[in-house]
């Protein structure tokens, strides 16, 4: 099975700052990676699709960059919001269908 | 806006059974894979069990395979999880999930419902 690690695990940071979360993958997984959001107990929501598509409705401050092994996930200006935890995703080598550990985003 | 609403969760001792039900809303339901997501308490998600639109193909993460299944009735665009021979470390919040076309993504999600398993 692929492994999907991210990092930091943690991070704090101030609205308007530029945030970049990691994701790595335990061997290539061309550009199959999506990335969620999700607030305190709240269902996580799809951000980005295919390593760097924005899903519908999703504010243009998120992007996605990266293929094979190492991907990114930018918030290019924090807004309060944004203060929550991130996951990656695999889906190149399916089943299992596997997430990465999360990166919280806090004060 | 797609709707989807989950249901069955509770309390249930190690050894039990329990069946959740996720009904879906404003979308073809029978077009689309569906998914059931976990997240243990304090924990990361953790993908469980996925379905294709007709029934047929279905996938288990290995610690649920021959304990869960994972089923759909389309005329009633509802989705279910049938659990037997349930653990402490089954104990979770599940997720009901649709997936996208493009890139097997989980493009919407329901609220969850909580299980828990104690004695």
């Known amino acids: 099975d692929i492994q999907m690690t991210q990092s930091p695990s943690s991070l704090s940071a101030s609205v308007g700052d530029r945030v970049t979360i990691t994701c790595r993958a335990s061997?290539?997984?061309?550009?199959?990676l999506n990335w969620y959001q999700q607030k305190g107990g709240k269902a996580p929501r799809l951000l980005i699709y295919a390593a760097s598509n924005l899903q519908s409705g999703v504010p243009s401050r998120f992007s996605g960059s990266g293929s094979a092994t190492d991907f990114t996930l930018t918030i290019s200006s924090l807004q309060p919001e944004d203060f929550a935890t991130y996951y990656c995703?695999?889906?190149?080598?399916?089943?299992?269908?596997?997430f990465g550990p999360g990166t919280k985003v806090d004060f | 806006e797609v709707q989807l609403v989950e249901s069955g969760g509770g309390l249930v001792q190690p050894g039990g059974s329990l069946r959740l039900s996720c009904a879906a809303s404003r979308f073809t339901f029978s077009n689309y894979w569906m998914s059931w997501v976990r997240q243990a308490p304090g924990k990361g998600l953790e993908w469980v069990a996925s379905i294709e639109g007709n029934g047929n193909e279905k996938y288990y993460v290995d610690s649920v395979k021959g304990r869960f299944t994972i089923s759909r009735d389309n005329a009633k665009n509802s989705l279910y999880l049938q659990m037997n021979s349930l653990r402490a470390e089954d104990t979770a919040v599940y997720y009901c999930?649709?997936?996208?076309?493009?890139?097997?993504?989980?493009?919407?999600w329901g609220q969850g419902t909580l299980v828990t398993v104690s004695s």
């Open positions: 061997q290539s997984i061309n550009s199959k």
């Open positions: 995703q695999q889906s190149y080598s399916v089943p299992p269908f596997t």
């Open positions: 999930a649709r997936f996208g076309y493009s890139s097997w993504e989980f493009d919407n």
